[in-house]
């Protein structure tokens, strides 16, 4: 197994505090990370010690205002620490993303008073999130979600089967969507739901062929009671925050596929350089220096694809289809590559002694989740063809 320290990625980031940022997340991801992820991934193990040291060193909310406790930090830098914490540990680096994603309503269409009440203990309190859009019979097709929530005096009644939620079962609090009117998207709201709401039960989670460690759970709500004030926005604007959440969660989901496939670029290279055939290292065969330099290059190509795209949110300008493309770009890259990578370590890449097919089983889900690549093509031709089609 090969255990040399990947080299660092020469990032471009805006200021020194950002650098400072990144040298601290390498730090973390290199001392509390990289080392225990084959373990715990083996052993399906949820590191929610390692969350809990992430929201104390202010790293789950980063993106977000720092008057609620968050980090101010812009996409571009928020993206490349995602890139680190998922080469570490893709279970990590896609938590965080997902916690992001969770607090992005009530960070943006929640009322200052929920603001003052629940973002703080969200962004840097220690709590963990998890987004509730997906149901058993509503995947691509989220508008036709079934869960409902039915106005009682002050309350809502929130009874329903969320699907495929990421931390089901072990969040603190949930971003729930669910049907308050009539069919369709617009006939939908959003919740903030707490953990321990009454009503509330997680199902065992998904057997899944990766990302062991991260708990994906069917979530039954039965009567759950929640109040008034926790809903987020206005009734039937629910689909509206969630697709505004899937924009940025989707370069989210791009930036950690990218870290994927960093992991795997260095751990192809550092055995390419390390093992001999033929009287030479492996990496002096042109066949696989080919292969090596299409891995780098997609690479790159991913992140400047996603940053470009961070650019524009963090310049206030529309940045859908470039989240779209970004996403769709990464994912299928870190699939490519990861594949190659274990081709390239051959017999040894395709056992558990080295995480190259790990990596690769990893990269798979990236593909599918938060909109799957056949959807980010949709969305994409849907942009061009203009805002009439379909
Ligand atoms: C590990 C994991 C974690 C997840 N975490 C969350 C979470 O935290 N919260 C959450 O809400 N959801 C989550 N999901 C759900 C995920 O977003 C859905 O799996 C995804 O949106 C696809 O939905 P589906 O699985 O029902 O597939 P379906 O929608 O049934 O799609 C099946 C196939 O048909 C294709 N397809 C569907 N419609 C079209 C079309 N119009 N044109 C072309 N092809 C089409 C799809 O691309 C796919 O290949 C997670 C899923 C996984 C696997």
């Given at each position: 197994m090969t255990d040399r320290a990947p080299q660092p990625v020469d990032r471009q980031l805006p200021t020194e505090e950002s650098r400072d940022l990144l040298a601290l997340v390498r730090e973390i991801a290199q001392r509390e990370i990289r080392p225990v992820a084959a373990d715990e991934e083996d052993a399906g193990k949820f590191p929610r010690a390692i969350f809990t040291l992430l929201s104390e060193a202010g790293l789950l909310g980063l993106p977000y205002a720092g008057e609620h406790g968050g980090g101010e930090q812009p996409y571009e830098v928020y993206l490349q620490v995602l890139e680190e914490l998922a080469a570490a540990r893709l279970t990590v680096g896609l938590g965080v993303s997902v916690h992001s994603l969770a607090c992005h309503g009530l960070a943006g269409y929640g009322t200052e008073e929920q603001q003052k009440a629940h973002l703080p203990a969200m962004l840097g309190g220690g709590l963990l999130g998890a987004y509730c859009l997906s149901e058993p019979a509503s995947g691509s097709d989220a508008a036709s979600l079934t869960t409902k929530a039915v106005r009682e005096g002050d309350d809502w009644i929130i009874t329903g089967t969320k699907a495929w939620?990421?931390?089901?079962?072990?969040?603190?609090?949930y971003t729930v969507l669910a049907r308050t009117g009539g069919e369709g998207p617009k006939g939908i709201t959003a919740f903030l739901v707490p953990?321990?709401?009454?009503g509330l039960t997680a199902a065992v989670p998904e057997k899944k062929?990766?990302?062991?460690?991260s708990p994906t759970a069917q979530l039954h709500f039965d009567g759950v009671r929640v109040p008034d004030t926790r809903r987020i926005g206005e009734e039937g604007q629910g689909f509206t925050i969630a697709l505004a959440a899937l924009d940025a969660g989707r370069l989210g989901i791009a930036a950690c596929a990218i870290g994927v496939a960093q992991a795997a670029l260095d751990e192809a290279l550092t055995y390419a350089l390390d093992r001999k055939q033929f009287g030479h290292p492996i990496a002096d065969f042109q066949g696989l220096r080919f292969m090596l330099a299409d891995m780098a290059t997609k690479i790159e190509a991913g992140r400047a694809l996603y940053l470009a795209a961070a650019r524009l949110r963090d310049a206030g300008k529309p940045f859908s289809r470039q989240a779209a493309m970004a996403k769709l770009f990464c994912t299928d890259a870190a699939m490519a590559v990861t594949t190659d990578a274990v081709q390239i370590l051959g017999g040894y890449g395709y056992t558990a002694d080295f995480p190259v097919e790990r990596l690769m089983r990893e990269a798979k889900v990236l593909q599918i989740v938060e909109g799957t690549n056949q959807i980010q093509r949709m969305v994409i031709a849907r942009h061009l063809a203009g805002p009439e089609s379909h």
């Amino acid at each position: 197994m090969t255990d040399r320290a990947p080299q660092p990625v020469d990032r471009q980031l805006p200021t020194e505090e950002s650098r400072d940022l990144l040298a601290l997340v390498r730090e973390i991801a290199q001392r509390e990370i990289r080392p225990v992820a084959a373990d715990e991934e083996d052993a399906g193990k949820f590191p929610r010690a390692i969350f809990t040291l992430l929201s104390e060193a202010g790293l789950l909310g980063l993106p977000y205002a720092g008057e609620h406790g968050g980090g101010e930090q812009p996409y571009e830098v928020y993206l490349q620490v995602l890139e680190e914490l998922a080469a570490a540990r893709l279970t990590v680096g896609l938590g965080v993303s997902v916690h992001s994603l969770a607090c992005h309503g009530l960070a943006g269409y929640g009322t200052e008073e929920q603001q003052k009440a629940h973002l703080p203990a969200m962004l840097g309190g220690g709590l963990l999130g998890a987004y509730c859009l997906s149901e058993p019979a509503s995947g691509s097709d989220a508008a036709s979600l079934t869960t409902k929530a039915v106005r009682e005096g002050d309350d809502w009644i929130i009874t329903g089967t969320k699907a495929w939620i990421t931390h089901g079962g072990v969040a603190d609090f949930y971003t729930v969507l669910a049907r308050t009117g009539g069919e369709g998207p617009k006939g939908i709201t959003a919740f903030l739901v707490p953990g321990d709401a009454q009503g509330l039960t997680a199902a065992v989670p998904e057997k899944k062929m990766g990302m062991k460690g991260s708990p994906t759970a069917q979530l039954h709500f039965d009567g759950v009671r929640v109040p008034d004030t926790r809903r987020i926005g206005e009734e039937g604007q629910g689909f509206t925050i969630a697709l505004a959440a899937l924009d940025a969660g989707r370069l989210g989901i791009a930036a950690c596929a990218i870290g994927v496939a960093q992991a795997a670029l260095d751990e192809a290279l550092t055995y390419a350089l390390d093992r001999k055939q033929f009287g030479h290292p492996i990496a002096d065969f042109q066949g696989l220096r080919f292969m090596l330099a299409d891995m780098a290059t997609k690479i790159e190509a991913g992140r400047a694809l996603y940053l470009a795209a961070a650019r524009l949110r963090d310049a206030g300008k529309p940045f859908s289809r470039q989240a779209a493309m970004a996403k769709l770009f990464c994912t299928d890259a870190a699939m490519a590559v990861t594949t190659d990578a274990v081709q390239i370590l051959g017999g040894y890449g395709y056992t558990a002694d080295f995480p190259v097919e790990r990596l690769m089983r990893e990269a798979k889900v990236l593909q599918i989740v938060e909109g799957t690549n056949q959807i980010q093509r949709m969305v994409i031709a849907r942009h061009l063809a203009g805002p009439e089609s379909h």
